[in-house]
């Protein structure tokens, strides 16, 4: 794995356990919702999308396993990274084109120079 997976595992473990002690396995819905820091109606509405893993207790109860909530919020926290880490890497090879052309413009500036020295 690498830093940053660690990293944000660290980070989700640690908010879910700021919610619930670690031997708690299944939390409700208003235990999901504080740590995701939503409204219940947003955890609801997952579990309507089928976008977190869930047990249903009755017709408007649920409650969510620990895992899939960690499983959930890790591929969030997972997903912003990579996207930042994507948008920065583009800046960075925009950058570098920059860069590049301004030493190409420099070399030929030289070359130009050079030149016009030995004529």
């Known amino acids: ?33 504080l740590a995701m820091r ?6 609801l509405g997952l579990i309507r999308d089928n976008s977190l893993g869930n047990i249903p207790i009755h017709k408007k109860s649920f409650r969510i396993p620990r895992q899939a909530l960690r499983d959930h919020l890790l591929h ?23 860069r590049k052309a301004e030493l190409d413009h420099i070399n030929k500036r030289i070359a130009q120079a050079s030149g016009a020295s030995t004529e």
Do not use: C, F, W
Not at 8 to 32: F, M, N, R, S, Y
């Open 38 to 43: 939503v409204s219940e109606s947003t955890v």
């Open 76 to 98: 969030r926290y997972v997903a912003v990274e990579l996207t930042a880490a994507t948008q920065e890497l583009a800046l960075v090879q925009l950058e570098l084109k920059r």
């Open 1 to 33: 794995m690498n830093d940053t997976t660690e990293s944000a595992e660290a980070l989700v473990d640690g908010i879910l356990d700021a919610v619930a002690p670690p031997a708690v396995t299944i939390l409700t819905v208003k235990q999901a919702a």
